[in-house]
C-alpha cells in the first residue's frame, strides 16, 4: 500500500520559515514525480510544488516561486518542502502528493 506521511508543520510569525517533509513508503519513489498541494479553509486544494524524477526539474505556483523550494531525497525516500518568507496567506493545510494518494496533511499556520 502507498503511504505518504507529512511532518513539520506548525504556527510560525510572518517571516519564519519551516521545512515539511514527506515520507513515502509502497512504491518506487526515485521513479515518480511527486507535489506538494495546500488547501486553505474554504478553499480549493491548490498545486503548489511539483518535482520531476529523479529531481531534475522543479515548478512552482507563482505566489510561492522564490520563498519555497522543493526538493527530494531518493535514498530516503522523502519529499520535502522548504518554506523561507512565510505570509499569513501560506496558512493552509499542506498535502504530499502522489498520483490518487494524499498524505493525512500537515497544518502550517502563520500568524502574529
Known amino acids: 500500500q502507498v503511504q505518504l506521511v507529512e511532518s513539520g508543520g506548525g504556527l510560525v510569525q510572518p517571516g519564519g520559515s519551516l521545512r515539511l517533509s514527506c515520507a513515502a513508503s509502497?512504491?518506487?519513489?526515485?521513479?515518480?514525480?511527486m507535489s506538494w498541494y495546500r488547501q486553505a479553509p474554504g478553499k480549493e486544494r491548490e498545486l503548489v510544488a511539483r518535482?520531476?524524477?529523479?529531481?531534475?526539474?522543479?515548478s512552482y505556483v507563482d505566489s510561492v516561486k522564490g520563498r519555497f523550494t522543493i526538493s527530494r531525497d531518493n535514498s530516503k525516500n522523502t519529499l520535502y518542502l522548504q518554506m523561507n518568507s512565510l505570509k499569513p496567506e501560506d496558512t493552509a493545510v499542506y498535502y504530499c502528493?502522489?498520483?490518487?494518494?494524499w498524505g493525512q496533511g500537515t497544518q502550517v499556520t502563520v500568524s502574529s
Open positions: 502528493y502522489f498520483p490518487n494518494y
Open positions: 509502497g512504491f518506487t519513489f526515485s521513479r515518480r514525480a
Open positions: 518535482i520531476t524524477s529523479p529531481g531534475g526539474s522543479t
